[in-house]
């Protein structure tokens, strides 16, 4: 899956806004660009999900 970019330059997305547009989608990665566009990334899964979860359970074993 590939992300999804939306122009929102004519929307005028207020710090707060976007801050509660993120709580009330806590499930979705959203983020904002200088350019005033936002960005909702996919999921990881497959291959990356599994890098991030080894990577995770090592700092957990290291600095525990």
Known sequence: MT???LN???VNLTDEQ???LCQV???WQLERTAKGELIVMPPVGG???ERE???ISLLVVLFK
């Open 3 to 5: 992300a999804v970019i």
């Open 8 to 10: 929102l330059d004519t």
């Open 18 to 20: 976007f801050y509660r």
């Open 25 to 27: 989608n806590q499930d």
């Open 47 to 49: 291959i990356s999900g």
């Open 53 to 55: 979860a080894d990577l």
